[in-house]
């Protein structure tokens, strides 16, 4: 594949993966480094597998057959089931919304803007960004925000390799809370595998390239993709450590405890968050009206609004508490697994049919190792539950 072709490919994986880095992510790898240094990095690093493997499905059948997954599920099951499966995703994305703005209103502080005034602004750039009514212009803003993401990331977090103290396991009742969250916020958003499918079926749709070449590509981007993003969620950890006895929700000691990279911690947490932000509002409303067969930008804006001004309101109301919020918001994201349940054994179930595929259907051995993904993921949601 040219150089020429890999660029006018470039977006739907790696926007997907990125948006995985998001703020309620970066808070927790930082709560992570503060208590247990880098002995968590390995957890962290090892979920960029299952990561690449269930998002690379989505994109594979995006780029295959140029549609979404609320389409294609539509198309060869029906109206009712596409609905049902992608409804409760619907309202995992409410409290994403949540989590997101708050890690907003806490960068905003950061960088040092009124939380309340920084949360405006932000929601008006989103509004402006999504009704363009044109996906290029939207991707090319998300491309550059991921990159504000990474690089802000790794400037605060001036990475260095320590081979002392990197592993660490626990039964507690915490420490296996821990790993569920991880395994919901950073590789289970329901949203994220909508938007790479979408994404890629609107984008690939419109280039003159070989399906071979599109499927090639998705699977470089989506593990390029996979381990940036993991590692994204490695630097907020390396920060951690430099602070001690801090409540990483309170904008006040954290901005203290960070000193003079503070600044640029909140330019990571406003980027991360305001990348999902675009990226759920997007697939939420793909989701949803693919589903119906009623995907146009009208609808695209209600579905926005029902979803997102909720939460910012919330957020307005109750701004001093945005450990509140946000625990609670990531206590439900960590049952996401169990909501992805349904809609991934439907991927499955179309990414093996050669008559949806062709020669780019799964095999008996690719299959069985992404459904294997989808239990251990799952599993992950039912310790989540148990441990509420």
């Known amino acids: 594949m040219s150089i020429r072709d890999s660029v006018k490919l470039f977006g739907p994986a790696w926007i997907a993966l990125l948006a995985d880095a998001d703020a309620a992510s970066i808070i927790g790898g930082l709560s ?28 594979r059948l995006g780029a295959v057959t140029n549609s ?80 504000i993401l990474l690089i802000s990331a790794l ?8 081979f002392t103290n990197i592993f660490y396991f626990s039964t507690s009742k915490n420490f296996l809370f821990f790993l569920a969250v991880n395994i919901g916020a950073v590789v289970t958003p329901p949203c994220m595998l909508i938007y790479q499918s979408s994404a890629t079926a609107v984008k690939y749709s419109k280039l003159n390239i070989s399906i071979s070449e599109k499927v090639k590509w998705t699977n470089v981007e989506t593990i390029v993709g996979a381990i940036v993003t993991e590692l994204t969620i490695v630097f907020s950890e390396i920060i951690g450590t430099l602070i001690k006895n801090v409540d990483p929700t309170n904008p006040v000691q954290l901005a203290k405890s960070l000193g003079v990279i503070h600044v640029i911690f909140g330019v990571l947490l406003i980027s991360a968050g305001f990348l999902t932000l675009i990226v759920v509002s997007l697939s939420s409303a793909w989701g949803i009206l693919e589903a119906l067969d009623k995907n146009n930008y009208k609808n695209v804006f209600k579905i926005y609004v029902i979803e997102s001004i909720p939460a910012l309101i919330i957020l307005s109301i109750i701004s001093n508490n945005y450990s509140i919020i946000l625990n609670f918001a990531l206590t439900l994201l960590s049952l996401s697994p169990i909501v992805i349940a349904f809609p991934a054994i439907l991927i499955g179930i179309l990414i093996s049919n050669k008559r949806i595929m062709g020669n780019y259907a799964y095999g008996k051995i690719r299959l069985l190792i992404y459904f294997l993904t989808i239990g251990l993921i799952v599993l992950g949601g039912v310790i989540g539950f148990f441990y509420l």
Do not use: C, M
Not at 81 to 91: E, G, V
Not at 155 to 162: D, F, M
């Open 155 to 162: 400037i605060a977090a001036e990475p260095k390799l320590y």
């Open 68 to 147: 979404g997954i609320g389409e294609l599920i539509r198309k060869y099951y029906s109206k009712k089931i596409s609905f049902l499966s992608i409804i409760p995703i619907f309202f995992v994305d409410f409290f994403t919304y949540l989590s997101e703005y708050t890690g907003i209103a806490i960068g905003s502080y950061l960088i040092g803007i009124n939380p309340l005034i920084g949360l405006l602004i932000f929601f008006a750039i989103h509004i402006i960004i999504i009704f363009t009514k044109n996906y290029e212009i939207t991707e090319r803003a998300l491309i550059v925000i991921s990159f």
């Open 32 to 59: 992570t480094g503060e208590e247990y240094g880098y002995r968590l990095i390995w957890f962290v690093l090892v979920l960029a597998i299952p990561l690449f493997i269930i998002q690379e499905a989505s994109g």
